[in-house]
Nanobody
Framework: QVQLVESGGGLVQAGGSRRLSCVAS????????MGWYRQAPGKQREMVVI???????NYADSAKGRFAISRDVAKNTVYLQMNSLKPEDTGVYYC?????????WGQGTQVTVSS
């Protein structure tokens, strides 16, 4: 079972930046896909970006050009750099890991963007 711990959330003003981190309990090189999802109040959880083990990425339209996923295999960590934040980016951000046959989630970290 893969355990994931997110950090880096907080309160940020619109136009600001924030970097989220997700530390995995095992080598992320063995995980076929990792990603970031978010859930806004009263809404369903949605994908922000995913990254496969070979480096393929897929961003939600709302994240393109503003957010960037990266990883540090040596630290078992995946990052989400968020720039030009908007109030609609507010939500709980979750890290996800897919390693067949399981899908694993972190506990989430709250990001609040004030206008």
């Amino acid at each position: 079972q893969v355990q994931l711990v997110e950090s880096g959330g907080g309160l940020v003003q619109a136009g600001g930046s924030r970097r989220l981190s997700c530390v995995a309990s095992e080598s992320i090189a063995s995980i076929s896909r990792m990603g970031w999802y978010r859930q806004a109040p009263g809404k369903q959880r949605e994908m922000v970006v995913i990254m496969t083990s070979d480096g393929y990425t897929n961003y939600a339209d709302s994240a393109k050009g503003r957010f960037a996923i990266s990883r540090d295999v040596a630290k078992n960590t995946v990052y989400l750099q968020m720039n030009s934040l908007k109030p609609e980016d507010t939500g709980v951000y979750y890290c996800q890991a897919v390693r067949a046959p399981g899908v694993y989630w972190g506990q989430g970290t709250q990001v609040t963007v004030s206008s």
